[in-house]
C-alpha cells in the first residue's frame, strides 16, 4: 500500500495538469465554432499537444493502476484475517482440552486479543480519536471438530476514547486472564438475581429473550440448582421410584416422566466464566447468602464477606415456613422431630421418616397441609402409617373453599386414609415416652412420632433496613409498584413481593404461578420494557390425581360466595386435564389468550348448592360489593382464560348461573 501511496503522488500532479488542459481546449474550440463543441477524429485524439488524446490515455492507465494495488491490498487483509481467526480458533480449541471439567463450552472475546496482535505486526497504533470508531469482525464457520461453538454472524466493536469503566475494566481484565487465575466469585454482575426459586429463574429467562448477551447471575443460599416446588407436595409422593430422593424424577398425572429442575446442569456457566463469556448466559452461585445490599454503591456483599457489584438488581428471597410458637418453647427433642416442609432437603427428609415412623401429625389445613395429608394417607393404605391432621377451621382449606364445599373437602380426605380433626387449636406440645405429645385447647390428646408444620409463610424481608425497602404493614413483603420495582435499578418478584395490581389492588401471593409472572414481568422491566402487573396470576391445587381445582383472583371465605354445580365425568380429574394438555405444570401449560365470549345478564336467581350434594365440577365466584373478584375452577380446567377475562372486565352480573354456562361445566 506504501508504493501504491508514493506512485500516485509522483503522478498525481501530471494528471491533474492532463485533466485541466483538456478542459481548456474544449472551451477554446467551442468558441471558435459557434460555441459548438467539434467532434474531433479518433486519429486526433491519439496523439497531439499536451493535454489531448495521449494524455488522457495515461491518465486512465494511472487509475485503473491505483484500483489495482486497492484490491490486491484488499485481498490480502482479508487473507491475513482469515489466518489470524483461525489461529485464534486452534487456541480455543486447545484450551478446552487443557479445562475438560468446565460445565459449558463458552466463546471468547476476540477483539482484545487480536488488537494485541495487530500491534504486535504492524507497531504501535496512533492515539485514539475523539470519536468512536466501529470494527466490524467476520468470524470463519468453525471445523467439524470445534462445532460445539455456536459461531456469530457478525460481531461489532466499539473503541471509544471516553474512559472505562470500573465494571467494563474488570470484565476486559477478566477476559484476558486464564481461568485459573479468575475469583470462584464474580466482582460484578449487569444482572444479579438474588434468590434461587422460580421467580428468579422466570426473571432470568425473561431478560435472556430481551437482551441475548446478558451476564445473569443468580445468588441462592440453597445448594440446588433453580426448581419447582410443587411436586414436592404432589407428584413426586405418587412416585413408584424407590430412589425418587437421589433421582427426584416423578410421573405427572398424564404418565409422562420429567425432572424437578427447570434446567439441566449444562444450561447454566459456572459463575467463575460468567464474566468472559461473549455470547452471555446464566450462572448460580449456589450456598451463598446476600446479607447486605448497597443501594448507592450498586452493590451487595454475601454471608463470606466477598462483594458483587451489579446494573441492575431482583430481590425474589421467598419466604421462611412459620413455625408455632407452642413448638418452639417445647424444646430440642420436640424440635428434632418437627419438620418445616419447603425444600428439597425437607422431602427427602419427610419421605424417609414416613417409611420409618408409625405416626405422622400435620398441623394446618391449608393447600400444602391438605396436599401432604392426601399423599401420605394414600401411603397408609400400604403400610401401618398413621396420618393424622389437625387445625383450627371447621374443614380442609376453610380459609379459601365456602364452609359446604370445605366440609365436602375433608370427607375426600378422610377417605383417602387421614384421620382429620377440626376445630382443634395446639395448646401445649411435649416428648414423653419417645412420643410427642400434642395437647389441644378442647383437653384432646395427639400422641405422635412425627410433626409436620405446615401453618403458612413468612417472607423474607432481611435486607429492607440495608437497602432502605419499604415493609407492608398489612400484607408483609417488600412493597412495590405496579412495575414490581421497589427502589432505582432493585425490582422485587414472587413470594416477597407486595405489589399493586390494577385491577384488585395492593396484594402479596404465595403461589408458584405468581412467581413465574412477577419473575417474568421483572425480567421485562429490568432490560428497560416498564410494564405494569397486568397479567392475573393463577394457582392450584390437587388433592391426589383425582380431586383439583384452579383458582384467580382472590379466593377468601370470608367473602360472599355464589357456586355452581355439575356431576362430574371420567375426564373432570386433574390426571385427565394434564393427559390433554400434556403437562403436569398446569399453570405453564395455560394460554394468556383472552376469552372472547360475550356474558349477557339474565334475571335470575342463581340455584344455591346444598349440603351432602356431589360436588363433582363446579364454579365458585368471590363477590365484593357485588363485582367478581375471585373464580375457583372446581376440576374445570383449561378454562382460566375465561376467568382471567371475568376478573379484568369488573362487571356485575345479574345471573352468574349464565356466567357459569361459558366454562361449559354442563358438558356430558
Known sequence: MLKCRALWQKLAPLARASSTLCRHNVKRKGLRCDNMVTVFPKAQMSSGAPGSGGDNLMYILFVGAACL???????????????????????????????????????????????????????????????????????????????????????????SAEPMSTSAAESAAAMEAPVDALPEIPAHAPYLLIGGGTASFAAARSI????????????????????????????????????????????????????????????????????RVENGGVAVLTGKKVVHVDVRGNKVRLNDDSEISYDKCLVATGGTPRNLQVIERAGEEVQKRTTLFRKIEDFRSLEKISREVKSVTIIGGGFLGSELACAMGRRSNESSLEVIQIFPE??????????????????????????????????????????????????????TDHIVAAVGLEPNVELAKSAGLEVDSDFGGYRVNAELQARANIWVAGDAACFYDIRLGRRRVEHHDHAVVSGRLAGENMTGANK??????????????????????????????????????????????????????????????????????????????????????????????????????????????????????GEEHADLNEVAKLFNIHED
Open 69 to 159: 494495488g486497492g484490491g490486491i491490498y484488499t485481498y490480502r487483509s482479508l487473507s491475513e484475517d482469515k489466518k489470524r481467526y483461525q489461529n485464534r480458533l486452534a487456541e480455543i480449541n486447545s484450551r478446552e482440552q487443557k479445562f475438560p471439567k468446565q460445565p459449558l463450552v463458552t466463546q471468547q472475546t476476540e477483539s482484545t486479543a487480536e488488537s494485541v496482535q495487530e500491534t504486535s505486526e504492524a507497531g504501535p497504533k496512533p492515539a485514539l480519536q475523539s470519536e468512536p470508531i466501529a470494527v466490524t469482525e467476520q468470524p470463519p464457520v468453525p471445523s467439524v471438530e470445534s462445532s460445539e461453538h455456536v459461531p456469530v454472524a457478525e460481531v461489532t466493536t466499539t473503541v
Open 208 to 275: 435472556r429473550a430481551r437482551d441475548p448477551g446478558a451476564r445473569v447471575l443468580i445468588v441462592s443460599d440453597e445448594s440446588d440448582l433453580p426448581y419447582m416446588r410443587p411436586p414436592l407436595s404432589k407428584e413426586l409422593w405418587f412416585s413408584d421410584d424407590p430412589n425418587v430422593t437421589d433421582t427426584l424424577r416423578f410421573k405427572q398425572w398424564n404418565g409422562k416422566e420429567r425432572s424437578i429442575y427447570f434446567q439441566p446442569p449444562s444450561f447454566y456457566v459456572s459463575p467463575q466464566e460468567l464474566p
Open 394 to 447: 371447621k374443614g380442609n382449606m376453610g380459609k379459601v373453599l365456602p364452609e359446604y364445599l370445605s366440609n365436602w373437602t375433608t370427607e375426600k380426605v378422610t377417605k383417602e386414609g387421614v384421620n382429620v380433626m377440626t376445630e382443634a387449636v395446639v395448646k401445649n406440645v411435649s416428648y414423653q415416652d419417645g412420643k410427642v405429645v400434642i395437647k389441644l385447647k378442647d383437653g384432646r390428646v395427639v400422641k
Open 532 to 649: 405494569p402487573y397486568w397479567h392475573q396470576s393463577m394457582f392450584w391445587s390437587d388433592l391426589g390425581p383425582d380431586v383439583g381445582y384452579e383458582a384467580i383472583g382472590i379466593v377468601d371465605s370470608s367473602l360472599p360466595t355464589v357456586g355452581v354445580f355439575a356431576k362430574a365425568t371420567a375426564k373432570d380429574t386433574p390426571k385427565a386435564a394434564t393427559e390433554q394438555s400434556g403437562t403436569g405444570i398446569r399453570s405453564e401449560s395455560e394460554t394468556e389468550a383472552v376469552a372472547s365470549s360475550e356474558v349477557t345478564p339474565v334475571a335470575a336467581a342463581p340455584r344455591e348448592p346444598q349440603q351432602g350434594e356431589e360436588y363433582g365440577k363446579g364454579v365458585i365466584f368471590y363477590l365484593r360489593d357485588k363485582v367478581v373478584v375471585g373464580i375457583i375452577l372446581w376440576n374445570v380446567f383449561n378454562r382460566m382464560p375465561i376467568a382471567r377475562k371475568i376478573i379484568k372486565d
